[in-house]
């Protein structure tokens, strides 16, 4: 299970935890992090408090409390944005997109563009695509944009085994991606439907994911996107 308590592929050889003990785990983390939350001095600042509740947003959500887990996601976004942690900000999108909210949607579109804007680790930027990967039908050209461009980024970002590991989870989502978008199942013609709709090209590729993540938005912008276009060294 990972940090917003959403259950991963068991390793193999190794011994899961039990649901009782898990859930024993999280209202544990839950208390613990709500100490921490009102032990804080005053003299702490709006990031220290956000990065608690981060931390209180994921047990939540962990818990199965989902509304919470929200509003408390919600709160941390708005800091972390603000004190420009966008790391943190990606981490607290995902854990709204993951409480099954009515703007859970929108919570995606305004953290994959930071998650692609800026240089945070890779493994948020491609769990972020991901999740458009699993939002798409079969056979939507949106599932492979999204697929390749977590292949690509985790290629571009990663550093040492831990991208090789990553390359090799993006590489098998495009191949599963290829196999339900049009049935592809080999190597060679996987690279072609890469190439035939243009997503070797990586001004394609990101263009059309930036409409993508427009339409997922749908102009409910938590953040003046322009604003932090315009400080970007490149835009």
Known sequence: MDRTGKQTEPVPGVRTADPQEERARLESALIEHRRHLQELPASAGALDRARVEL??????????RRDEAWETARRAFDVFVAEEQWAEAVEAADILYESDQPDSLVALGNGLW?????????????????????????????????????HYIADLRGKGQAREDLVFLTGQRVADVAKRHRGI?????IDIWVEMLELNNPDVLFERLRRIVDVIVDGRWWYDRDALRARLPVH
């Open 185 to 189: 199942e080999d190597p060679e013609q």
């Open 55 to 64: 931390e209180i947003a994921a047990a939540l959500l962990g818990l199965g």
């Open 114 to 150: 930071l998650a692609v804007t800026y240089p945070i680790p890779p493994e948020l930027t491609v769990r972020m695509l991901h999740h458009v990967v699993d939002e798409t039908p079969d056979h939507s050209d949106g599932g492979a944009v999204a697929a390749v461009a977590a």
